[in-house]
T-cell receptor, first 113, second 114 residues
Framework: SQTIHQWPATLVQPVGSPLSLECTVEGTSNPNLYWYRQAAGRGLQLLFYSVGIGQISSEVPQNLSASRPQDRQFILSSKKLLLSDSGFYLC????????????FGPGTRLLVL | QQQVKQSPQSLIVQKGGISIINCAYENTAFDYFPWYQQFPGKGPALLIAIRPDVSEKKEGRFTISFNKSAKQFSLHIMDSQPGDSATYFCAASSYTGGYQKVTFGTGTKLQVIP
């Protein structure tokens, strides 16, 4: 079966500090990978998606970047965090193809102070 | 056109009652409609999903009703239990740019009281 991991689970960072969140998927190969952000009590906003190694597409302009150095690894980064970067960050994966479900990881709670 | 409108924003149901959450969409290119359940501090988990060629899908106490002509779909939770208390997101997706792009509703916070 497939498993998706995210770490850290919780992170408190000062404004202006760098960020690196990691997501890995087990039990599948060549997945599509996604980063979402969920503000408190709000819906999910797609930040980045990747259909293959080194292939990153951004949905919204922002202070964040993403990378996919390996097939099942997806990293969300920032050089300098802003207060507005606080939120719940979710990684998701899906099989490639039409009509495939996205499966979410446990999430990382980021608080920027 | 990419929006998915979800209602109500919050819902309180007595234990044993029926919880109903409604969603509407505009984009006829959507070809897959999943529902997710999210508990506080956790990632959303797929609950049940339907494709537009089916009008109803039932899994245990959870049923999706789908009305393609009205571009509406709904989640019914029968015999609601306190353990069902969570936030529910409807979603609609279409295949574009090599991936299944998912548009989420804004969520319904369900509270089932004993």
């Amino acid at each position: 079966s497939q498993t998706i991991h995210q770490w850290p689970a919780t992170l408190v960072q000062p404004v202006g500090s760098p960020l690196s969140l990691e997501c890995t998927v087990e039990g599948t190969s060549n997945p599509n990978l996604y980063w979402y952000r969920q503000a408190a009590g709000r819906g999910l906003q797609l930040l980045f998606y990747s259909v293959g190694i080194g292939q990153i597409s951004s949905e919204v302009p922002q202070n964040l970047s993403a990378s996919r150095p390996q097939d099942r690894q997806f990293i969300l980064s920032s050089k300098k965090l802003l207060l507005s970067d606080s939120g719940f960050y979710l990684c998701a994966w899906s099989r490639q193809g039409i009509g495939e479900t996205q499966y979410f990881g446990p999430g990382t709670r980021l608080l920027v102070l | 056109q990419q929006q998915v409108k979800q209602s109500p924003q919050s819902l309180i149901v007595q234990k044993g009652g029926i919880s109903i959450i409604n969603c509407a969409y505009e984009n006829t290119a959507f070809d897959y409609f999943p529902w997710y359940q999210q508990f506080p501090g956790k990632g959303p988990a797929l609950l049940i999903a339907i494709r537009p060629d089916v009008s109803e899908k039932k899994e245990g106490r959870f049923t999706i009703s789908f009305n393609k002509s009205a571009k509406q779909f709904s989640l019914h939770i029968m015999d609601s239990q306190p353990g069902d208390s969570a936030t529910y997101f409807c979603a609609a997706s279409s295949y574009t740019g090599g991936y299944q792009k998912v548009t989420f509703g804004t969520g319904t916070k369900l509270q089932v009281i004993p």
